[in-house]
């Protein structure tokens, strides 16, 4: 007779630093996994505390409460098994004098097990992610021990987020002492195309070892990073048991079957195999619980979310990073300028569908340069969205600008600067009335505009968030396209976003004629060469090798150069390629080197 186990990956939506708020949640999830008779529920990574923390782990005060909530869920584990994860402290004083640097209290990313209302062991994760957003050598030691535990009678090795990223790695260790099952905790953002990338990689690891795989992450959107939940099981071949949804939160309950005997001890390792699990950790066994013979109601079903890829997955990322960041921070309302562009069409829409209609204000603010459809198209576009629009005509404060310098100005030739006067007026408006109401301004500047500084500091940068910030112009255009075949929002048009302001030419409107055309290569032409230089490194030969143009290489690099003061003022907005602005690519400010042609 087969051995059955129960296994409930609670993927939930924690706040950075609200204890408190997270441990009820925690509770919540484990209560109702208790009630599904599950054997085990596991929790993300870091759950009580949020991720990632940062310098809260600095602070003594947030550790001790967040152990103090471990305990507190620990004691709550009657009849079931809890896989937490949390912040231990080894030490809350500073290391030995010896060691140099400003050193904060000695803790690991850990995991804590509990059952029957008491903390039974604690894994302390071995590979500390160190690139792109992650610092976690900053804060953490590094654990050495891979535990393997027998609960409800099933041997169950536990690591966390990176530790699975590893060919060799801890599952190896837990592998050879004999797990069945891997339940590995996370924490990991979303990038475009990520999913389908994990679930390979937990598959492979899944086969490679002869075990079933189970992947808890986290959901939810946390300053830049978005994460997108998609929890997931893989059995011992390789073959996806279950998945729960992207981007919300979700109760995961499965049942596992595993032969009525355990495998025999897998052999000494020797040799080279040897060392190179010596050198990951060392093995541990402890006995947690016996099998549970008790009787347990059938499932309902088994949960297989679909698939969520390409423009849809960026959405919704986009969704739920922007309604997140408002709801985390305290916003109730965004407030959008709205020019008639395709920018802040997206801007509103996602907006809208995070925040609701009615928490979403437009401001149109026609210049002397604007197109009749500027005003037209936004009206049609807040119409279709049901959300208010006001209109603020910005001519006479232009005017008087313009009046202001116009001795200083005089005898020179009109430049940026004047053009930016508009720009700066519209950035005031906006600011003006946030202050006034207590609404924060999303900005709707995009990752091709930011690269090439094609963006007005306290003018179009002005805000609190930026929703495009790391959304290539040529995605905006897919992102419409998509989001208008998903039927309408709140009014009655088919499609939400206008089809004028999609196929219109962009422009930034600062004056006569002007097309984005005029200063920049097409975003067809250009997004592809900044992926290339910001998000992949690639050299000017390298470049020049993928076919390229020369003369836009040199233009493109020497704007994503120049302009790294300008994306340092930016807002944050939401992470979605792998590589955004922001934490991912960290740059000098004052940096001469120049790299063009290879020299």
């Known amino acids: 007779m087969a051995r059955t186990f129960r296994l409930a990956l609670a993927q939930i939506n924690p706040t950075v630093g609200d204890i408190p708020g997270n441990t009820a949640k925690i509770l919540d999830y484990l209560e109702r996994a208790r009630d599904a008779q599950a054997d085990l529920v596991a929790f993300p990574e870091m759950a009580t505390t949020g991720y990632p923390p940062e310098d809260l782990l600095f602070k003594k005060s947030f550790l001790t409460d967040n152990v103090a909530a471990m305990e507190q869920i620990a004691e709550a584990s009657e009849s079931i098994a809890v896989v937490l994860g949390y912040v231990n402290i080894l030490s809350l004083d500073r290391p030995p004098e010896e060691t140099l640097g400003d050193v904060g209290p000695q803790i690991t990313n850990a995991a804590a097990l509990c059952h029957d209302g008491d903390v039974v062991d604690v894994y302390h994760k071995i590979f500390l992610p160190n690139y792109g957003v992650f610092d976690e050598q900053r804060y953490f030691q590094k654990g050495s021990v891979c535990p393997v535990y027998r609960i409800g009678g099933v041997l169950i090795g536990v690591n966390i987020c990176e530790d699975i990223w590893y060919p060799m790695g801890p599952t190896t260790v837990q592998c050879q002492t004999g797990a069945e099952l891997i339940v590995n905790i996370n924490a990991s953002p979303f990038h475009a195309g990520k999913r389908a990338m994990r679930e390979e990689m937990i598959a492979q690891r899944a086969s490679d070892h002869g075990l079933t795989v189970a992947y808890v992450n986290t959901v939810g959107g946390q300053d830049e990073l978005v994460f997108d939940g998609g929890s997931i099981i893989y059995d011992a071949n390789g073959g996806l048991l279950a998945r729960a949804p992207a981007f919300e939160e979700s109760l995961l309950i499965t049942d596992l079957e595993f032969p009525e005997e355990i495998a025999e001890e897998k052999p ?292 994503v150069d120049r302009n790294e003061y300008k994306r340092r003022q930016a807002p944050p907005g939401v992470k979605i390629t792998h590589r955004a602005f922001g934490k991912d690519r960290r740059l000098p400010i004052v940096n001469r080197y120049r790299q063009q042609d290879g020299t």
Request: charged share 25%; net charge negative; proline share 5%.
């Open 268 to 559: 000494e390792p020797t040799g080279s195999f040897a060392a190179a699990l010596q050198a990951v950790g060392q093995p541990k066994a402890l006995t947690v619980s016996n099998a549970d013979s008790s009787y347990k109601s059938e499932l309902e079903s088994e949960q297989l979310a679909p698939e969520m890829n390409g423009p849809e997955e960026v959405y919704r990322a986009l969704v739920m990073g922007t309604g997140d960041y408002l709801r985390k921070s305290g916003f109730s309302k965004a407030l959008i300028g709205l020019s008639g562009g395709i920018d802040s069409a997206l801007t509103a829409t996602v907006a809208v569908d995070a925040l609701g209609k009615d928490n979403v204000v437009g401001i149109t603010m026609p210049s002397r340069y604007s197109s009749d459809g500027s005003v037209s198209d936004s009206e049609e576009l807040a119409a279709n969205l049901g959300m208010e629009l006001w209109e603020v005509p910005i001519e006479q404060a232009h005017q008087a600008f313009t009046d202001m310098l116009e001795d200083r100005f005089k005898d020179t030739e009109a430049n940026v600067a004047e053009e930016n006067v508009q720009a700066r007026v519209r950035g005031n408006v906006l600011m003006t009335v946030s202050n006034k109401f207590g609404w924060i301004v999303l900005t709707t500047g995009n990752k091709s505009e930011m690269a090439m500084g094609y963006a007005t500091l306290y003018g179009d940068m002005a805000g609190g968030f930026a929703v495009l910030k790391d959304v290539p112009k040529t995605t905006v255009y897919e992102l419409c396209r998509w989001r208008n075949g998903q039927g309408p929002a709140f009014g009655t048009a088919d499609d939400v976003i206008p089809i004028a302001i999609i196929d219109k030419p962009p422009s930034a409107e600062l004056r006569e004629d002007q097309l984005d055309a005029d200063s920049l290569p097409e975003y067809e032409v250009l997004d592809p060469v900044v992926e290339a230089y910001v998000e992949d490194d690639l050299s000017y030969q390298e470049m020049i090798a993928k076919g390229f143009d020369p003369a836009v290489i040199r233009q493109i690099m020497s704007a």
